[in-house]
């Protein structure tokens, strides 16, 4: 079975959803996600954008990335520079690190439109990225 931990700073929006989506294309992968500064809760508009797609992260809690420091993964992969520049090392091995970055739609400004457009945005832009990783996985079919 394909390990993947997706790694942001917060955990409340970009892993959040980059793990919803690569559970609803694979469910055979084990998928966690994690920050290096969890934040209290999922945002409620990456839970709301990501309904719209037919994906439900809204039993999804933070995590902080310490309690997978001593597992292994197939994949670790970071959707923030700045979980990128902060990214521990893992007492576990890891076979692949990789870097899929995004835009933070929790600083997103503007009308609730403008805001939910820009989470739209960026979860298309995930999906994107994320079926695209998944297609290179050797195991995925």
């Known amino acids: 079975?394909?390990?993947?931990?997706?790694?942001?700073?917060?955990?409340?929006?970009?892993?959040?959803?980059?793990?919803?989506?690569l559970k609803s294309f694979d469910p055979s992968l084990e998928v966690y996600s994690a920050?290096?500064?969890?934040?209290d809760q999922v945002h409620p508009k990456a839970v709301q954008v990501m309904r719209?797609?037919?994906?439900?992260?809204?039993d999804g809690r933070p995590k902080d990335v310490e309690q997978f420091l001593d597992q292994s993964f197939d994949y670790v992969i970071t959707v923030c520079d700045n979980a990128r520049e902060t990214c521990p090392f893992f007492a576990g091995e890891v076979r692949h690190r990789l870097h899929i970055g995004f835009e933070d739609p929790a600083?997103?400004?503007?009308?609730?439109?403008?805001?939910?457009?820009?989470f739209r945005r960026i979860r298309d832009e995930i999906k994107r990225d994320f079926k695209a990783f998944h297609a290179s996985i050797p195991t995925a079919s």
Do not use: H, K, Y
């Open 1 to 21: 079975m394909t390990r993947i931990l997706i790694l942001c700073t917060g955990n409340s929006c970009r892993s959040q959803m980059a793990e919803g989506f």
């Open 107 to 118: 600083e997103a400004t503007g009308s609730e439109e403008e805001v939910l457009a820009v």
């Open 52 to 58: 719209e797609a037919g994906v439900d992260i809204s």
């Open 35 to 39: 920050g290096t500064r969890p934040s």
